[in-house]
């Protein structure tokens, strides 16, 4: 998918809404046990009920990769349904890979091409060769973490590095790489503060804002500091929605939530 295609689907839906679809096998209404993939026929039910509320989906692969192949071959599954039956939904993989380059090209190929997702999270501590590998796709989108929504963000991130904290170090050197244009940002929502500063090194870039809603951080403040002329967000929620219910009907309750971040999304385009 193109920005411009993300962009289109954002004017007509109204929303930037990203769900997360982070599966605890713990936390999904117990009939689904009995099914002979829980965590796909989960997946499939949220889906199904927001998906003309959302942008975007967004698998955590750690909530699949958790269970072995029979988590995989789940993951495989939910990426095929939302390809095959909602193809003008911008697809991510939460996979925070980062490795020497050639490395790197193997996890690439297994994302955009092996299952087909439009992009991926990464993280770039190790540096340009190892981010490069994801950025050489063509219409593949990587979304590399800048400034993360945890408390431990603060032991690097916000280090002062001669002058200038690290993360806008970071940003700032990502925009001089091979095919940057296909860069993405992950902006934690807590940090709504710090978004001025970040709009300042990357005015025109998508960033992909967790921590909303479940770890405390406020949609109106990011839209304030963070909203650019294509809107230029894509706002995650995970817990909130796909555990708004344990009972059966979960996927009911699931569409209000998201509904009710859709609307209040909506409001604030309008405005």
């Known amino acids: 998918m193109t920005t411009q295609q993300l962009i289109e689907q954002i004017k007509i839906k109204k929303s930037f809404l990203c769900v997360g679809l982070d599966v605890d096998l713990n936390k999904i209404p117990q009939s689904f046990l009995e099914k002979e993939d829980p965590i796909f026929e989960f997946n499939k039910?949220?889906?199904?009920?927001?998906?003309?509320?959302t942008v975007a989906y967004k698998p955590n692969?750690?909530?699949?990769?958790?269970?072995?192949?029979?988590?995989?071959?789940?993951?495989?599954?939910?990426?095929?349904?939302?390809?095959?039956?909602?193809?003008?939904?911008?697809?991510?993989?939460d996979a925070k890979r980062g490795d020497i380059g050639n490395t790197s090209s193997m996890y690439a190929r297994a994302f955009f091409e092996?299952?087909?997702?439009?992009?991926?999270?990464?993280?770039?501590?190790?540096?340009?060769?190892?981010?490069?590998?994801?950025?050489?796709?063509?219409d593949k989108h990587t979304i590399m973490l800048a400034l993360t929504s945890n408390e431990g963000a603060f032991d690097f991130q916000t280090l002062d590095v001669?002058?200038?904290?690290?993360?806008?170090?970071?940003l700032e050197t990502s925009k001089t790489w091979k095919n940057s244009e296909n860069?993405?940002?992950?902006?934690?929502?807590?940090?709504?503060?710090?978004?001025?500063?970040?709009?300042?090194?990357?005015?025109?870039?998508?960033l992909l804002v967790p921590g909303v809603g479940a770890q405390g951080g406020s949609l109106?403040?990011?839209?304030?500091?963070?909203?650019?002329?294509?809107?230029?967000l894509l706002i995650?929620?995970?817990?909130?929605?796909i555990y708004a219910s344990?009972?059966?009907?979960?996927?009911?309750?699931?569409?209000?939530?998201?509904?009710?971040i859709q609307q209040e999304m909506e409001a604030i385009m309008q405005s």
């Open 45 to 53: 039910a949220i889906i199904d009920a927001t998906h003309d509320l």
């Open 246 to 260: 344990k009972e059966a009907d979960f996927a009911e309750k699931a569409r209000a939530e998201a509904l009710k």
């Open 183 to 206: 860069l993405m940002y992950v902006v934690g929502a807590t940090k709504a503060e710090y978004f001025t500063e970040i709009r300042k090194i990357v005015p025109d870039s998508f």
């Open 162 to 170: 001669d002058g200038k904290e690290l993360y806008k170090r970071v």
């Open 61 to 93: 692969t750690a909530f699949f990769e958790a269970y072995g192949i029979k988590g995989w071959i789940s993951l495989q599954k939910t990426i095929n349904y939302i390809n095959e039956n909602y193809p003008n939904i911008f697809t991510i993989a």
């Open 220 to 232: 109106s403040e990011v839209c304030k500091y963070g909203m650019n002329a294509n809107v230029g």
């Open 236 to 241: 995650n929620s995970s817990r909130g929605i």
């Open 114 to 138: 092996d299952l087909n997702f439009d992009s991926i999270t990464v993280a770039p501590y190790m540096g340009k060769d190892s981010v490069e590998p994801f950025l050489a796709f063509e």
